[in-house]
């Protein structure tokens, strides 16, 4: 298997403040779900925005052997943690098409594709639909059926389960276990992860406590209080 | 000499505390002017505090740059209409310099302190830092809506490239229009929105 991401020595801090992230190291392999847990504030969605390049950090992030770029970055998708920054067109549909259209397919064929991939995320019937009138649970998976829509080798998924019920939820780690891609999924949500992450690092204040399978990892009560997950 | 020094001290001290103040006034009175002399003499002097207030020219550009948009397509409005006047995107420009340049240069931490009943400027300080509270959502909110666009836009100048910036814009209104009414209806909980 190859490594998709590679994360050495990540260090970052905001303007004039503590440091957020220190010596975080790590790789995600091809095809595998690594998820990154951590309480609140322990810099998960920092990490995600520094591997994205959203944020500078000093180390060094690999997408795919290559430097963080436009390239490796069009085949990356993220699903923020909020689903109303990413839905931002007329209807549903047009928000799933739109990656898809911009790189030059048709809009009509392009429709067709993002209607499969609703129909996928059982949302096929909003279609038409604004982002404002869903429900969040709905939002939450418009967002990932945009984010599959340009097929990307890599989906990183910050904090996919805030605010979702319980069968959402359930529904949700369905979907993702059915994905043939790598995937990175931050969370503080430890059941969810035990559900779908089969290797798991522990993000405390901004340092990777703990990395290893989840077997292991999320089943040691004295590691996870010390992480203020329990 | 130690008096001396306190009273340097002090007196930088009450200039810190008075900048603001004179920039926000500045930029009151820029609001209100007529005379386009005033304006086009205030423009130059206003990026300048703006730039002293951010430490860096090229930082103060890029700041500008969305409100500089904002201008152009507003007097290209009125352009359309068979108008042109500069007036308007000049008093935006002046007036964002100004106030921007203060917010940056104002002591937050003593504007929090005024803020006790009966004080002199407890209302005033509390609608300033209402207003800080307010343009750093809408800052937030800018910033990840424009990424997540980034996110899917490969080609800036490709298909849906223009209208997918179009419908972020509206979606940030639209959302701007949504916390406003939560905030506000947080403060009128609070008994502070009267």
Redesign the interface.
């Known amino acids: 298997m190859k490594p998709v991401l590679t994360v050495t020595d990540l260090n970052f801090s905001f303007e004039r403040g503590q440091p957020v992230l220190q010596q975080v190291s790590f790789q995600a392999m091809e095809g595998e779900c690594l998820g990154i847990v951590g309480c609140n504030g322990a810099g998960k969605s920092t990490l995600l925005w520094c591997l994205?390049g959203?944020l500078k950090a000093s180390g060094s992030v690999r997408l795919f052997g290559e430097k963080v770029g436009?390239e490796s970055?069009?085949r990356v998708?993220?699903v923020?943690q909020?689903p109303?920054?990413?839905?931002?067109?007329?209807t549903v549909l047009?928000d799933v098409a739109?990656?898809l259209?911009?790189?030059?397919m048709q809009?009509l064929r392009a429709r067709a594709i993002a209607m499969e991939k609703l129909r996928l995320l059982g949302l096929d019937k909003l279609a038409g639909r604004s982002a404002?009138r869903l429900s969040i649970g709905e939002r939450k998976r418009a967002c990932i059926a945009?984010c599959l829509a340009?097929s990307p080798e890599l989906l990183i998924l910050d904090e996919p389960t805030a605010e979702l019920d319980g069968r959402s939820v359930r529904l949700l780690a369905g979907l993702l276990a059915q994905l043939d891609v790598t995937l990175v999924v931050s969370s503080h949500d430890l059941d969810f992860l035990r559900r779908i992450a089969p290797h798991v690092l522990v993000l405390c204040e901004g340092r990777i406590i703990a990395d290893g399978p989840a077997s292991e990892v999320l089943h040691d009560p004295a590691l996870l209080r010390s992480a203020n997950l329990e | 000499m130690v008096f001396r020094a306190c009273r340097e001290s002090r007196a930088a001290d009450l200039l810190i505390f008075a900048v603001p103040w004179i920039l926000l006034a500045a930029a009151l009175a820029l609001a209100f002017t007529r005379n386009p002399f005033c304006m086009v003499g205030a423009l130059p002097v206003s990026f300048l505090c703006h730039a002293v207030a951010r430490r860096s020219v090229s930082r103060s550009a890029r700041a500008t740059l969305p409100v500089a948009g904002l201008a152009l397509i507003l007097t290209l409005l009125q352009l359309l209409n068979h108008r042109f006047d500069l007036t308007l995107a000049a008093k935006m420009l002046g007036i964002f310099w100004l106030t921007a340049a203060a917010f940056h240069l104002l002591r937050w931490q003593r504007v929090a302190e005024a803020i006790r009943p009966g004080a002199p400027f407890s209302k005033l300080a509390l609608f300033l830092l209402f207003i800080r509270h307010f343009a750093l959502i809408l800052a937030g909110?800018s910033w990840?809506?424009l990424?997540?666009?980034e996110?899917?836009?490969?080609?800036p100048y490709?298909?849906?490239?223009f209208?997918?910036l179009n419908?972020?814009l509206?979606?940030?209104f639209?959302?701007a229009m949504i916390r406003a009414e939560r905030f506000y209806a947080a403060q009128l909980l609070k008994g502070l929105a009267q």
């Open positions: 994205l959203l436009k970055l069009a998708g993220m923020f909020n109303e920054d990413q839905l931002f067109m007329p047009d739109l990656p259209v911009n790189r030059g809009p404002a945009a340009p | 909110e990840r809506v990424h997540a666009r996110r899917v836009i490969y080609k490709g298909k849906w490239a209208r997918s419908s972020a509206v979606s940030l639209l959302r």
